[in-house]
Structure formats: structure tokens, C-alpha cells
């Protein structure tokens, strides 16, 4: 078994272990043969003093997510796109650990500017410090240690207009960041277009992938939110059939409708199958802002 799932997995189990202190048994959900030897494996090897390693097999994703939810499993592995889908109402579920794929350049802002301050070969007198969690994200509360000023920041380190307090006074109440779960989408049309996002439906769209979070996921579930788009879990139609009705023709690399895959490149037949394998890089792209 490598190495970096055996690691991977024993640090989820310990921080299963504080996040349920009274737990003695971690059920961990897998939903293929290979993961489920590797979950036996790591039973016999793993010994972490009064948790008890068992392996829960599954038949999809999905019902790993539910039986977590319905208190049969606690645990999983997910990639990012499944990450926002078990976020979701339907399941309301959270992370609880990641493993990070980035360089000393893709540090998070607060953590390079930081760096950045305290690294610097002439020290400026009376420059900033931000101060940063130990995710390398901005603390809610940044104050200025030359100074003495405090005001509030938002996710991405901007001062919240009428936070800024001077020394002396009581500093206002910063409200704490939710990142639990993040996942970036954007969407982008001609600089030329003048239509609003209440009137995308009868337009055409392009997506990166069916099953991806950023491509697909994301977009529907917002036009869902907005009722833009009308569809609930228990429609008779799938999601696909209703996005089907609400763009008039797409590219979706995956789907199964016909309309969807109108704006692919390729021959009839193979047009979603080759740009799925265009699509691949923008999907690695979209995952890496999770």
C-alpha cells in the first residue's frame, strides 16, 4: 500500500479522534475492491491507541455520502468536485483534512505576504504584518504593531469599511472566515455581451465536463438556487433533461442529451468524447483552487 494513503488516512483517523473524542471505532466508507484492500491493510498495520480502524464498502460515492450522513460510515476520501456535492444540503457534510499540491509560489496570500515582510533584507520600519491562521489564510482581525490600529478583514485580506479602530479603543467584532468548503467557479462571456446572468436560459453554453465541480456542478446548482433553473432531487427528469429545456445548445463533454453536446467539436457520435479529453486541463485547473 503507498506510503502517502497510509499517511493520509492515519492523520484522518487521529483527527477523527478530536473531532469525536468520545468515538472508539472509525468506520471508514471505500467503493471499489482496491480501496477496500487498502483499508484492510492498513487495519492490520495502524495502531493508534483506542481507535479501532473498520472498513465500510459501498456501491457509489453517493451512498457513501449518505450512509455517512445517516451515521452508518464516518469517514471518506473525495476529490474536490465530490467535496462540493457532499456539502450540499442533501448530505451536509465537511472536510475535516486535505492534502495540500502546491509550491512555496502557491502559498496562500496571507502566508506569502507575510513571508514577504518578515523576509525582507532591509527591514522597513513600521511595515504591516499580516497575521495569518494556521491554514495561511487572514486571521479575521489584522492590527498594525507600529501603530496600534485594528480593523477587520475580509476572506482575501481587504479592511471591511468602519472596522479601523485606533489604539485605545475596543476593537470591533470580526466576523470568523468560513472555509470549510471553497471551490471557485467562473464564468466568462464575450467583453461585447450585455445580457445578465437572470437571462442565460435560450443561450448557448460550454462546460468542461459533466461531473466536474467548476464546470458543472457549481453553475447548475446556483441557477438552481436562483430558480432560474426549475428542478429538485425528486423530479421525474434528470438534471441533464432540465438543462437540456434551459439552454438551447451546449458542449457538455458526458451528457447523454443530444442538445448538449450540439456545440462540441468532432464528429457525430465522438464530439463529446474529444472534448472531454480537451476538457481535461481545464478540469485540472478548476480542481486546483480547492
Known amino acids: 500500500m503507498a506510503p502517502t494513503f497510509q ?13 469525536a473524542p468520545n468515538a472508539r471505532q472509525v468506520r471508514w466508507c471505500v ?8 483499508c484492510n491493510d492498513l487495519v492490520g498495520s495502524c495502531n493508534v491507541p483506542d481507535i479501532t480502524l473498520v472498513c465500510v464498502h459501498k456501491s457509489s460515492t453517493e451512498d457513501c455520502m449518505t450512509a455517512i450522513k445517516d451515521g452508518q460510515a464516518d469517514a471518506m476520501f473525495l476529490d474536490s468536485g465530490d467535496v462540493y456535492k457532499a456539502s450540499m444540503d442533501l448530505y451536509n457534510l465537511k472536510p475535516i483534512i486535505a492534502e495540500p499540491h502546491s509550491s512555496q509560489r502557491d502559498l496562500p496570500k ?15 520600519i513600521g511595515r504591516f504584518v499580516p497575521d495569518c491562521d494556521e491554514k495561511g489564510d487572514y486571521q479575521p482581525q489584522q492590527c498594525h504593531g507600529s501603530t496600534g490600529y485594528c480593523w477587520c478583514v475580509n476572506a482575501i485580506g481587504e479592511e ?9 479603543q475596543t476593537p470591533a467584532t470580526c466576523e470568523k472566515h468560513d472555509w470549510d468548503t471553497r471551490h471557485y467557479a467562473v464564468a466568462v462571456v464575450k467583453k461585447s455581451s450585455s445580457f445578465q446572468f437572470i437571462q442565460l ?12 465541480a467548476a464546470g458543472w456542478k457549481a453553475p447548475v446548482n446556483v441557477l438552481v438556487e436562483k430558480k432560474f433553473l426549475s428542478w429538485d ?21 458526458g451528457a447523454t442529451e443530444t442538445n448538449l453536446c450540439e456545440q462540441c467539436m468532432g464528429e457525430e457520435g465522438r464530439r463529446s468524447v474529444r472534448a ?7 478540469a485540472t485547473m478548476e480542481h486546483s483552487d480547492v
Open 31 to 38: 467503493i471499489s475492491d482496491l480501496e477496500q484492500k487498502k
Open 110 to 124: 496571507c502566508l506569502k505576504e507575510r513571508q514577504e515582510a518578515l523576509g525582507e533584507d532591509e527591514k522597513v
Open 276 to 282: 472531454a479529453m480537451m476538457s481535461h486541463t481545464m
Open 201 to 212: 436560459k435560450g443561450k448557448r453554453s460550454c462546460h468542461s465536463c459533466v461531473s466536474k
Open 7 to 19: 499517511k493520509t488516512l492515519l492523520f484522518t483517523i487521529i483527527g477523527l479522534s478530536f473531532a
Open 233 to 253: 432531487d425528486s423530479a421525474k427528469e434528470s438534471i441533464e433533461q432540465a438543462v437540456s429545456k434551459f439552454f438551447s445548445a451546449s458542449c457538455i463533454p
Open 160 to 168: 471591511i469599511a468602519g472596522t479601523k479602530t485606533p489604539p485605545g
